[in-house]
């Protein structure tokens, strides 16, 4: 099986492709209010806006640096 990856906001059912799209986590936040409810996509959020990737294991060793 494959191993499930993070791709999106599952509280606002936005994927990282369409949040990519607002350019900063603010303007993403402002339009979309990803991010704000259940936190848990923030820190892959965050690494989206700075690698500019759209998918991440569950793991991804970078997730550290982005809390
Ligand atoms: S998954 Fe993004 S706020 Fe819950």
Redesign the pocket.
């Known amino acids: 099986m494959d191993e499930e990856l993070v791709n999106r ?4 059912n936005k994927t990282f492709e369409q949040l990519k799209v607002y350019g900063t986590l603010d303007e993403a936040q402002e339009a979309t209010g ?9 820190p892959y ?1 965050r690494l989206m806006f700075a690698s500019g990737e759209t998918a991440f294991d569950l793991d991804d060793p970078r997730l550290s640096s982005y809390q």
């Open positions: 906001c599952e509280c606002v990803c991010g704000r409810e259940c936190e848990g996509c923030m959020l």
